[in-house]
């Protein structure tokens, strides 16, 4: 009896996982970025980020505050992170003319920055920033990955909607965690 018992223990310490049924995958995690803004004429706004520059001619160079928002204390680890337009990450997002994405350590330092929007091109002193997608002003569902920005440890991250000319807006923005679809299978076998 003792001895069926030990072989039981054993093969439960060496085969744990046999048997079990795998993890079920976690919901992702989604955050409201920003609130939406209506649209609104550029001259009509009166705060502005004074450190960014737009970098185009014909335009003004100053951007001007559409909307703001920022995340709670998230952590990325593996998940991969990407933008909506809802909570139930069906929709895009529009936004007239960037959102500029600033990357927080945990006391508040900024470690990267990213845009997001339509614009030739921004800069903060020497500093150009890049843009996470091609120039639009409207994004389908997770068209935008923000993997790459954002470290695997704790961070929070800022938007700020900034518009410099014409008229400028934005729509609901949620930010997602999740985990990466599974890549398609290049297995030939039995084929």
């Given at each position: 009896m003792r001895?069926?018992?030990?072989?039981?223990?054993?093969?439960?310490?060496?085969?744990?996982?046999?048997?079990?049924?795998?993890?079920?995958?976690?919901?992702?995690?989604v955050v409201k970025l920003l609130a939406g803004a209506e649209e609104k004429e550029t001259t009509a706004r009166t705060e502005?980020?004074?450190?960014?520059?737009?970098?185009?001619?014909?335009?003004?160079?100053?951007g001007f505050i559409v909307a703001r928002g920022e995340s709670p204390v998230l952590e990325r680890g593996e998940l991969e992170a990407r933008?909506?337009?809802?909570?139930?990450?069906?929709?895009?997002?529009?936004?007239d003319n960037v959102i500029l994405l600033e990357v927080l350590d945990l006391s508040g330092k900024v470690t990267a920055r990213a845009a997001v929007g339509f614009t030739d091109g921004l800069r903060i002193g020497p500093e150009r920033i890049?843009?996470?997608?091609?120039?639009?002003?409207?994004?389908?569902?997770?068209e935008v990955n923000l993997s790459g920005l954002l470290p695997e440890g704790p961070?929070?991250?800022?938007?700020?909607?900034?518009?410099?000319?014409?008229?400028?807006?934005?729509?609901?923005?949620?930010?997602?965690?999740q985990r990466a679809p599974a890549p398609p299978s290049d297995d030939l076998r039995n084929q």
């Open positions: 001895l069926a018992l030990l072989l039981s223990l054993l093969w439960l310490d060496v085969f744990p996982r046999c048997g079990t049924r795998p993890t079920p995958p976690r919901p992702p995690r502005a980020r004074e450190d960014v520059e737009f970098q185009n001619a014909e335009q003004g160079r100053t933008l909506y337009g809802d909570e139930a990450l069906s929709r895009g997002f529009e936004v890049d843009l996470l997608a091609g120039q639009a002003f409207a994004f389908e569902p997770g961070f929070r991250l800022r938007a700020t909607v900034l518009d410099n000319s014409g008229v400028g807006r934005v729509s609901d923005v949620y930010l997602s965690l």
